[in-house]
């Protein structure tokens, strides 16, 4: 037997390879990634569907922690969002579950990999990418992507073999994980068209306001309203507080790697609200150049990670500075909840350098003199006026 496993989510493109591979003598291990988007229940569903696709076995891998110690702790600590919108919710998942894939995959000896991605999206890239650099000695076999196969032509296979479940397109295609949960749908292959309430997972369930407290400690997300938890429950904490008020909820346009415009709704409540409160606490203690630097520097990470490339030493380079940066962001962000948006109060941190000892901005100066600062003021712009009186 040909040994194989493959990236499994229980959809139709997987199914169809998994049983579809399976008939064609191969040994077909499937394995699904955990990065925050199963209930134990569709887990459960998931793997008695698996073997009905005639797999060998079946494995669920918890990858929650990974997935935020890997690659959501840099995003927070770069404030990354792309297009300064979207916070990566899918692409940083993929990258994570490919990896965990392709060590899977070595572990037990498999000759083949597979996936069910088409040939028209970004997530063959990145998974092909990934593979290829753990387990350049382990074949890729994609037959969704090499076949050309159409959804029904898929479906007839699985009823020809038996597998009568539902396939059904939901009108919303939904990916939930850790980081957010993207919305697809007819709107989103339009430019102009919104997506109506019922498409989001998470509807309106309380009017007024609310006060919260998020507490980071050298950058990390240690606790929601004074208890401690680990970053990644309190990320959960938090996304399920801030759903109720149908937070977070945008459209994203970008560039896709194979080179079209794509567009996709999203929800994503804990991230923005995270970004948002960790780069309010940066702007009060880090200086001006490490604001600056750690803006472009966090660009082209998201840009790298979105695009497949986290594998590229680079990546640890630009990590070893995002860490390096968040050594004194450490206090509290006060943010208040209301239907549809929230609103950032405010901080309270021992290294916020808006410190009145040294001056009240617009008001109070504590440090220099007013000769100082004519001085200051003169020296500043020498070389403006020099440039001006030489060229006028």
């Given at each position: 037997?040909?040994?194989?496993?493959?990236?499994?989510?229980g959809g139709l493109d997987t199914s169809y390879c998994a049983i579809s591979l399976s008939k064609a003598g191969y040994e077909v291990?499937?394995?699904?990634?955990?990065?925050?988007?199963?209930?134990?229940?569709?887990?459960?569903?998931?793997?008695?569907?698996?073997?009905?696709?005639?797999?060998?076995?079946?494995?669920?891998?918890?990858?929650?922690?990974?997935?935020?110690?890997?690659?959501?702790?840099?995003?927070?600590?770069?404030?990354?969002?792309?297009?300064?919108?979207?916070?990566?919710?899918?692409?940083?998942?993929?990258?994570v579950q490919a990896i965990e894939i392709a060590n899977y995959a070595k572990s037990i000896g498999a000759q083949y990999i597979a996936?069910?991605?088409?040939?028209?999206?970004?997530?063959?890239?990145?998974?092909?990418?990934?593979?290829?650099?753990?387990?350049?000695?382990?074949?890729?076999?994609?037959?969704?992507?090499?076949?050309?196969?159409?959804?029904?032509?898929?479906?007839?296979?699985?009823?020809?073999?038996?597998?009568?479940?539902?396939?059904?397109?939901?009108?919303?295609?939904?990916?939930?994980?850790?980081?957010?949960?993207?919305?697809?749908?007819?709107?989103?292959?339009?430019?102009?068209?919104?997506?109506?309430?019922?498409?989001?997972?998470?509807?309106?369930?309380?009017?007024?306001?609310?006060?919260?407290?998020?507490?980071?400690?050298?950058?990390?997300?240690?606790?929601?309203?004074?208890?401690?938890?680990?970053?990644?429950?309190?990320?959960?904490?938090?996304?399920?507080?801030?759903?109720?008020?149908?937070?977070?909820?945008?459209?994203?346009?970008?560039?896709?790697?194979?080179?079209?415009?794509?567009?996709?709704?999203?929800?994503?409540?804990?991230?923005?609200?995270?970004?948002?409160?960790?780069?309010?606490?940066?702007?009060?203690?880090?200086?001006?150049?490490?604001?600056?630097?750690?803006?472009?520097?966090?660009?082209?990470?998201?840009?790298?990670?979105?695009?497949?490339?986290?594998?590229?030493?680079?990546?640890?380079?630009?990590?070893?500075?995002?860490?390096?940066?968040?050594?004194?962001?450490?206090?509290?962000?006060?943010?208040?909840?209301?239907?549809?948006?929230?609103?950032?109060?405010?901080?309270?941190?021992?290294?916020?350098?808006?410190?009145?000892?040294?001056?009240?901005?617009?008001?109070?100066?504590?440090?220099?003199?007013?000769?100082?600062?004519?001085?200051?003021?003169?020296?500043?712009?020498?070389?403006?006026?020099?440039?001006?009186?030489?060229?006028?």
């Amino acid at each position: 037997m040909k040994k194989l496993v493959i990236a499994y989510s229980g959809g139709l493109d997987t199914s169809y390879c998994a049983i579809s591979l399976s008939k064609a003598g191969y040994e077909v291990h499937a394995v699904s990634i955990n990065t925050g988007g199963f209930t134990q229940k569709e887990i459960t569903t998931i793997e008695t569907n698996a073997y009905k696709m005639d797999v060998s076995t079946y494995q669920n891998i918890d990858a929650i922690s990974t997935f935020y110690k890997k690659v959501v702790k840099y995003l927070i600590f770069g404030n990354i969002l792309k297009n300064n919108t979207y916070p990566l919710s899918v692409s940083a998942e993929r990258i994570v579950q490919a990896i965990e894939i392709a060590n899977y995959a070595k572990s037990i000896g498999a000759q083949y990999i597979a996936h069910g991605s088409t040939g028209a999206g970004n997530d063959q890239v990145r998974f092909d990418m990934i593979f290829q650099t753990i387990a350049p000695e382990i074949k890729i076999i994609t037959p969704i992507r090499e076949q050309q196969l159409s959804r029904q032509e898929e479906i007839q296979y699985l009823k020809d073999n038996g597998i009568e479940l539902s396939w059904e397109k939901a009108k919303y295609s939904i990916n939930k994980g850790l980081w957010g949960t993207s919305v697809g749908g007819d709107e989103t292959l339009t430019s102009h068209k919104a997506l109506p309430e019922q498409a989001y997972p998470s509807q309106l369930e309380k009017t007024g306001e609310e006060t919260i407290k998020l507490s980071f400690k050298k950058g990390e997300f240690i606790s929601l309203n004074s208890i401690n938890d680990t970053p990644e429950n309190n990320i959960q904490k938090l996304n399920k507080l801030a759903s109720s008020y149908a937070i977070g909820r945008d459209i994203h346009v970008g560039d896709t790697i194979v080179g079209i415009k794509g567009r996709v709704g999203f929800e994503a409540a804990a991230a923005l609200i995270i970004i948002k409160a960790h780069h309010l606490l940066e702007k009060h203690t880090l200086t001006k150049w490490q604001l600056q630097h750690k803006e472009y520097m966090a660009s082209f990470y998201g840009m790298h990670l979105h695009e497949g490339h986290y594998l590229d030493p680079v990546m640890r380079n630009i990590e070893a500075f995002l860490s390096s940066s968040q050594e004194k962001v450490t206090g509290d962000v006060f943010v208040t909840l209301k239907p549809y948006h929230f609103q950032l109060d405010g901080i309270s941190s021992k290294h916020d350098l808006m410190n009145p000892k040294f001056g009240s901005y617009g008001e109070e100066n504590n440090s220099w003199t007013s000769d100082e600062a004519k001085g200051f003021i003169k020296i500043l712009g020498n070389q403006n006026k020099i440039y001006q009186q030489v060229n006028s």
